[in-house]
């Protein structure tokens, strides 16, 4: 992103600095409503350059700059997410949010980006973790922006209903059709540690390709979705049932070259596991592991999605 550090005039900008600070609010909000680090990169660059479009006695007007970003940001993400459905009908195969670094590991989604500024990370918890963002993907738009503002951002409901130009009871209704659908979808998460244990033993038997220790890790409904954006191969539709993933994955990994490494790393906030071929990665994998069973695994394969996990 860039900005401008003077108004038209040449005077120095006494309000940079508090816009600037905005930046990893903006891209908290743009990513937990877009599900890709990418568009909300975008919807970002489009927020501040909207906000340098105005006359300077405009924006000096303005008294919470702050909000006002978050306003236009969150309208552009609603525009967004409005014609998303008809370019997930084009997407070839499943389509599954971009998966995030710990923070320690996030650098730019851009290529040729460098090491990102700590307050541009964007912030992991349980409202970006994998399994969060794919119940997002079931709601409307509406549902989505009502519920991420004020749930997990706390933005008043007036404030919500200025943004998506519905009444402030219609919003509260919103919101809480979306939790429903959170609750309803979500089990208890194991802990964290027992989760990173699981996901060990998985990488384990992955790679021995034991199909009944696989089975034994897998919840028997258990479904991988896997994301190649028809860039790379992938599975074009969900695997379905502790089984058939268990023979699935072993076939991959009969079929996987020599030089791919798979390592622990943070996914989304949890743990989950990464292949690199050659030291590039080429699949993220996320994982909802609830009791002592791995219920979904997803996939990333996409190439433009896996650009925050470059390494070099």
Request: proline share 7%; net charge neutral; glycine share 8%.
């Amino acid at each position: 992103m860039t900005t401008r550090s003077e108004p038209g005039d040449g005077r120095p900008d006494p309000g940079l600095r508090a816009i600037v600070s905005e930046r990893r609010q903006l891209i908290n909000l743009a990513y937990r409503l877009l599900g890709s680090l990418a568009d909300a990169e975008d919807v970002v660059q489009e927020t501040y350059a909207r906000w340098y479009a105005m006359p300077q006695q405009q924006r000096e007007a303005i008294a919470s700059p702050g909000g006002w970003l978050t306003k236009v940001a969150s309208r552009i993400c609603l525009d967004l997410l409005g014609s998303a459905r008809a370019r997930r009908e084009r997407y070839v195969g499943e389509w599954v949010p971009e998966p995030l670094p710990e923070p320690a590991e996030w650098i730019s989604g851009r290529p040729g980006g460098t090491t990102a500024d700590p307050a541009d990370r964007v912030t992991l918890d349980e409202s970006v973790n994998m399994a969060f963002l794919v119940v997002l993907e079931s709601m409307t738009p509406a549902e989505r922006v009502a519920f991420i503002l004020h749930d997990v951002f706390r933005y008043p409901f007036a404030d919500i209903a200025e943004i998506t130009g519905r009444t402030q009871a219609a919003c509260r209704q919103l919101a809480s059709s979306a939790r429903r659908r959170i609750h309803a979808s979500q089990a208890p998460a194991a802990p964290t540690a027992r989760q990173a244990d699981i996901v060990r033993d998985f990488k384990q038997a992955w790679q021995a390709k034991d199909i009944s220790a696989l089975i034994g890790l897998l919840d028997p409904g258990a479904t991988v979705i896997a994301d190649g954006g028809g860039l790379v191969s992938a599975a074009l539709r969900p695997i379905e049932g502790g089984e058939q993933v268990a023979r699935y994955l072993a076939d991959i990994a009969g079929r996987a070259p020599s030089n791919v490494t798979m390592l622990e790393r943070t996914v989304n906030g949890q743990p989950g596991l990464v292949a690199q071929q050659d030291g590039v990665t080429v699949a993220v994998f996320a994982f909802d592991v609830a009791g002592d069973r791995i219920k979904h695994i997803w996939a990333v394969r996409n190439p433009d999605k896996l650009r925050p996990w470059t390494t070099g």
